[in-house]
């Protein structure tokens, strides 16, 4: 079982930067693929970036294209999502979902989140 804990949420003003931070533990997190996913009030769970277990191949929701950038420190053991210029449309509870480690990311597929794990949100706000 990998443990996925998210952090580094909280109020921004629109235009402003965050970086949220998932510290994982457990099983061998390097060999799997991962990803954030936000959902906000009556809302489904949306992707919005994914990197492979690498640390080379990124995908991004088109939304957060060229604004958000999704790294990791497989030594760490740790995913970040740098969010800058943020709009009040970015609001939302974010999550890291460790990817199932026989799913992979490609250039333009990230596997449905039915199969890995979550961890339990960070909540942003976005001030206009």
């Known amino acids: 079982q990998v443990l996925l804990a998210e952090s580094g949420g909280g109020l921004v003003q629109a235009g402003g930067s965050l970086r949220l931070s998932c510290a994982a533990s457990g099983r061998p997190f390097g060999s799997h693929d991962l990803a954030w996913y936000r959902q906000g009030p009556g809302s489904e769970r949306e992707f919005v970036a994914a990197i492979d277990w690498k640390g080379v191949k990124t995908l991004y929701a088109d939304s957060v294209k060229a604004r958000f950038n999704i790294s990791r420190d497989n030594v760490l053991k740790m995913i970040y999502l740098d969010m800058n210029s943020v709009n009040p449309e970015n609001a939302s509870i974010y999550y890291c979902?460790?990817?199932?480690?026989?799913?992979?990311?490609?250039?333009?597929?990230?596997?449905?989140?039915?199969?890995?794990?979550w961890g339990q949100g960070t909540q942003v706000t976005v001030s206009s």
């Open positions: 979902h460790s990817i199932h480690d026989r799913l992979r990311i490609s250039s333009n597929y990230v596997p449905p989140p039915t199969f890995g794990y």
